[in-house]
């Protein structure tokens, strides 16, 4: 019986362990290596990808070191064959890049994330007094509905 158990122990172990090696990644946060491009990261470096409220984050896993993309200067990112070509503005507005190979055929997910967050950053928003202005033209057509009704 005994010889029996060890082979499917074994077996169990080399199937097991490489799960069991891949961190646990929350829910909207990407694991990925990043491959080549203008990040200020090393070549290979395991990175949590992450958002903020005004930015996305690349912390390396190893070191804890943290690289801020703010949303503004993102310029959109692209699907590649395993990963994401990813693009920004820097400060005298060139054009950079860098491809993050991305875990857990996650590159989709995390592309169209990243592309949704640059329409809304550099779409501009309402101000104040135009905001009012919808709601009070929106009230009075609504009165004036409210009137047609009766």
Do not use: C
């Not at 820097?90 to 949704?116: C, H, K, M, P, R």
């Not at 309402?126 to 709601?135: G, P």
């Amino acid at each position: 019986m005994k010889k029996q158990i060890t082979p499917f122990v074994f077996f169990i172990l080399i199937f097991t362990l490489p799960a069991l090696a891949e961190e646990v990644v929350a829910p909207g946060e990407y694991q990925a290596i990043y491959k080549q491009g203008n990040a200020p990261l090393e070549a290979k470096t395991k990175v949590r990808i992450y958002k903020s409220t005004d930015s996305y984050n690349f912390t390396s896993i190893r070191t804890g070191q943290t690289w801020t993309l703010p949303f503004k200067s993102l310029r959109g990112s692209e699907v590649g064959t395993k990963g994401i070509w990813l693009y920004w503005f820097d400060q005298s507005d060139s054009t950079l890049n860098a491809y993050f190979e991305v875990a857990n055929n996650g590159a989709g997910s995390l592309a169209s994330d990243i592309n949704l967050v640059v329409q809304d950053a550099h779409k501009g928003g309402i101000t104040t007094q135009e905001e009012s202005t919808y709601k009070n033209r929106y009230e009075n057509y609504r009165q004036e509905a409210l009137r047609d009704a009766k």
